[in-house]
């Protein structure tokens, strides 16, 4: 006598869809959490310099955010964020309507802070060797 075998297609019809079981799913994200929580505020966690080292570098930065707050009005934010740009060392691009100062907060902030400015006006046909 021959058995007969279901194919493959009718044992995934039969079989039930797996219910989500809520609760094991937060203890295991809670407990991810706490893990996460002991590492960040570990009693050997201490930052990289203490109050007394980082004094000198917010006094320039406030002296660099006056200097170029003497001619750009209103524009902290951007400010902020370009400051932070050159101090890590990344790139910044700004994009906003003409006549809101682009050009001049970069050309300021690099004066105030001793950096050296460059201006790249986009076209569509640029190529890269285009920018030196």
Known sequence: MVKKTKDSATEKAEKKPLEPNIE???AKSAQIFSHIKQKIFA?????????????PYT???DLVRKEVKKLIVG???TLNALINAVLCDGHAYINA???LAKTMLIRTLGVASGCKFNRIQFT??????DIT
């Open 124 to 129: 569509v046909d640029m190529l890269p060797t």
């Open 59 to 61: 006094e320039r930065l």
């Open 97 to 99: 309507l003409p006549g």
């Open 43 to 55: 009693k050997e966690h201490r930052p990289l310099l203490s109050p007394k080292e980082i004094l």
């Open 75 to 77: 524009q902290d934010y």
């Open 24 to 26: 094991r799913d937060l």
